[in-house]
Structures are given as C-alpha cells and as structure tokens.
Nanobody, 120 residues
Framework: QVQLVESGGGLVQPGGSLRLSCAAS????????MGWYRQAPGKQRELVATISSGGSTNYADAVKGRFTISSDNARNTVYLQMNSLKPEDTAVYYC??????????????WGQGTQVTVSS
C-alpha cells in the first residue's frame, strides 16, 4: 500500500503565501506523477497543478503565475508554493499520486486533505 501525508495548510491573509508538502511512502516502484487538487465547499474537486516524474508541469488557469509545483523524486515528495493567495483559493487541498507499483501495475492514491483558508 501507498500512503500520502500532506502538511502545510492553514489560515493566511489575502496576498499571503503558504507552502504545501506531500510525501509518499510504502511499496513504490516508481512515481509517474504527483499533483494537487482542491475542493471548496459546495464545489467539485478540481485540478490545481501536476508534475510528472520528468518534471513536466500543468496548472489550472486560476493559479498560473501564482502557484508553483515542484518535486523531490528521491524523497517521493511534491510541494506546492502558493503566493498571492486570494479568498477564492480557500479549499481543502488534496495530494494525488500516480504510482507504479510494479512493472505491470499502477494505481492512483490520494492524501487525506489539508485545509487552506484565505481570509482577513
């Protein structure tokens, strides 16, 4: 099994910054990609950013230029640096990993979520 443990959420004022971290552990052959999704109250879960094992990144339009995703492949860890935060960024942020468990088997995993609240 694979576990994803997130950290770094909290309360921040508009215009502030937060850095989320997510570490994957367990039976991991290789991580294909990791990323972050978020879900605000009453809304569907949406993609924030993803990064492949090769370093290719993808961002939602709403966060481009403000958020930066990065990873440490040796530590199976992904980070999300969030700058210029807005109240509309308030949500539960979920870590995601596409994990290769063996040469022929892959599976998706999710973290438990971490709350980010942007408010004055």
């Amino acid at each position: 099994q694979v576990q994803l443990v997130e950290s770094g959420g909290g309360l921040v004022q508009p215009g502030g910054s937060l850095r989320l971290s997510c570490a994957a552990s367990g039976t991991i052959f290789r991580i294909n990609a990791m990323g972050w999704y978020r879900q605000a109250p009453g809304k569907q879960r949406e993609l924030v950013a993803t990064i492949s094992s090769g370093g290719s990144t993808n961002y939602a339009d709403a966060v481009k230029g403000r958020f930066t995703i990065s990873s440490d492949n040796a530590r199976n860890t992904v980070y999300l640096q969030m700058n210029s935060l807005k109240p509309e960024d308030t949500a539960v942020y979920y870590c995601y990993a596409d994990v290769k468990l063996s040469l022929i088997r892959s599976s998706d995993y999710w973290g438990q979520g971490t709350q980010v609240t942007v408010s004055s």
